[in-house]
């Protein structure tokens, strides 16, 4: 095993290694079309609704990895090109032939890609959810085979996914 990456700059506080990021809560427009993609297309389960205006998807049972909400945005319009916001959620599947299944069904769901790339530590699907919201689908490979520069520091980057190749290890 490699040791650890050295960072580019060191935090006077760190925050605690073990801190990791929740759940995200999407605005959306239309709370049945969003789950017809969330739950239909990339398999989340649905936890708990409230009502018509909101609702909770998992993976595995988890109260909620994703909320739905149309609290502000029913029937709203994605914001516009130029504008502040959240560039896309990160969906992180635990191997890759998780990630070739979610490809898979979104070839199935004639759902195309904005993207798609190998960054080294990652392979990585890059689209839009019905309400324009970018959604990255990845997996991450192990940490001892992430690239790393002579001194030892994270050297990732931005090639061409071979989708044929990622969709061969999709488990039948």
């Known amino acids: 095993m490699n040791a650890p990456l050295k960072p580019l700059a060191e935090t006077p506080r760190p925050i605690a290694a073990e ?3 929740g759940h995200v809560h999407l605005k959306v427009a239309d709370i049945e079309r969003a789950l017809g993609f969330y739950c239909g297309v990339l398999g989340f389960t649905l936890m708990q609704r409230y009502g018509p205006d909101a609702a909770f998807i998992s993976a595995g049972g988890y109260h909620h990895h994703i909320g739905l909400n149309t609290w502000e945005s029913r029937g ?3 914001p516009p090109p130029g504008a502040t916001g959240l560039f896309h959620i ?3 599947y635990p191997t890759r032939a998780g990630l070739a299944d979610a490809l898979r069904r979104l070839v199935q769901a004639g759902i195309g890609l904005d993207g798609a790339s190998d960054h080294g530590v990652s ?5 839009r959810d019905p ?3 970018g959604v990255e689908l990845y997996w ?4 001892e085979h992430w690239p790393r520069d002579a001194e030892g520091r994270l050297a990732m ?7 044929q190749d990622l969709l061969s290890a999709a488990e039948i």
């Open 76 to 78: 709203g319009k994605p």
């Open 157 to 163: 980057d931005t090639r061409r996914l071979d989708l």
């Open 131 to 133: 309400d324009e919201n």
């Open 19 to 21: 801190t990791k990021i």
């Open 123 to 127: 392979e990585a699907l890059y689209l």
């Open 140 to 143: 991450d490979r192990p940490q």
């Open 90 to 92: 990160a969906i992180l």
